[in-house]
């Protein structure tokens, strides 16, 4: 990997602002920021780096938004548009992600590590069905695990397809949800829970689950439990809007539309209140078509219109992600950086960064390709626009 470096670029600093220029540097994989200015150092005269970003929440094999329109594709067909879309997500800036179901780890072993975010993976989705196929929910943990699963991804309530007024009775009893999180962290695994509000939220924090996905209906009150917890909240906002769109267009049912009217009205309050109990925030996108792959920045615009600063939505998009996916590294044995230097720019950290010509403050300046001027990862400088080729 080598040692490279950057001199008089802005930086992002642990407040979600920009400082004086400086120089950063890197060297075998790693931040090393007390090294001397070197002659073939990047100019970042009027450029700005931040850590590199982070999607806390996607699915990079789904490439249709039915499962049976997904079931239609081939095997072979699956695989060129994963590494495809995984090519653009790099592009866009997103050196790490979390695989919230479809992806089997198998399947990365085909893909240049040079072309694609690091990735942990859920495998799959446990449901009540699956629960149930599985002869229980230990049996279906036990196979997500043994399929190579890193996060134990439990879907607790209702979603899109429930009726409108309707759907946060927990799928899973507070007893299941404990073994789960027991059984995932024998294994060295993580938790994380799809749960629009209710029970499920309350039942996925005491038990000790690491993230709530979506969290629509949060409560104060449950803000605040999840807090102390040490959870984070991964929203998702910007889906829920795409697939209001595909009603208007009319590519799905009418009838779902009352349920995400309720959910995109109910969701900016649920991140306000994550943010003002001192919840941390991830960003993830939940993309799952070819046209969201590589899109994933639009979600830092949408955590701004929902309340959070343009620094608050920086650190949820690069400091907050990496955290969560470090916990499970850590667990798993696998070398981490420590909570302190996830993504961040300190010495010592993954040489992960994101080298742009535009103030990403600025509304649409992070989602923009033309903005993007580098990608480095691991200490190798990547040229977007070869990416997305």
Request: aromatic share 4%; net charge negative; with cysteine.
């Amino acid at each position: 990997m080598g040692a490279g470096g950057v001199r008089a670029i802005r930086v992002l600093d642990a407040r979600g602002g920009f400082g004086a220029p400086r120089r950063v540097g890197w060297r075998d994989g790693v931040f090393a920021l007390d090294g001397l200015p070197q002659a073939d150092d990047l100019d970042g005269s009027g450029l700005w780096l931040i850590p590199g970003l982070v999607d806390a929440h996607l699915h990079a094999s789904w490439h249709a938004f039915g499962a049976s329109e997904r079931e239609e594709l081939d095997a072979a067909r699956t695989r060129e548009l994963t590494a495809a879309g995984l090519r653009r997500t790099l592009a866009a800036g997103f050196t790490s992600a979390r695989d919230a179901g479809g992806l089997d780890p198998a399947e990365l072993s085909g893909i240049p590590e040079t072309e694609r975010p690091r990735i942990q993976c859920a495998v799959t989705l446990i449901d009540r069905t699956v629960a149930d196929a599985a002869g229980g929910i230990g049996r279906a943990v036990e196979q997500a695990l043994a399929a190579g699963a890193r996060w134990v991804k439990l879907v607790a309530t209702g979603g899109v397809a429930t009726a409108g007024g309707s759907g946060l009775d927990p799928v899973f009893t507070a007893a299941e949800m404990r073994a789960a999180v027991r059984l995932a962290e024998g294994a060295g695994a993580g938790v994380m829970v799809h749960a629009w509000g209710g029970e499920a939220i309350d039942d996925a924090v005491e038990a000790g689950a690491m993230s709530l996905e979506h969290g629509i209906f949060l409560t104060d009150a449950q803000a605040e439990r999840a807090a102390e917890r040490g959870v984070t909240l991964v929203p998702t906002l910007r889906i829920y809007r795409l697939v209001r769109r595909m009603i208007d267009r009319g590519e799905l049912p009418a009838t779902l539309r009352a349920r995400l009217d309720e959910a995109t009205g109910a969701h900016p309050r649920a991140v306000q209140r994550a943010r003002d109990a001192g919840l941390s925030i991830a960003l993830g996108t939940d993309s799952g078509t070819p046209q969201q792959h590589g899109s994933n920045a639009r979600e830092f615009d949408a955590l701004v219109s929902a309340g959070l600063t343009p620094g608050e939505a920086l650190l949820a998009a690069t400091r907050s992600g990496a955290e969560l996916l470090g916990r499970v590294a850590m667990r798993s044995g696998a070398p981490a950086p420590s909570p302190a230097s996830a993504g961040t720019v300190v010495d010592g950290a993954p040489a992960d960064a994101v080298i742009l010509r535009r103030d990403p403050r600025l509304p649409g300046a992070l989602a923009d390709p033309d903005a993007i001027a580098a990608v480095v990862l691991a200490g190798r400088v990547l040229d977007p626009a070869v990416l997305r080729t």
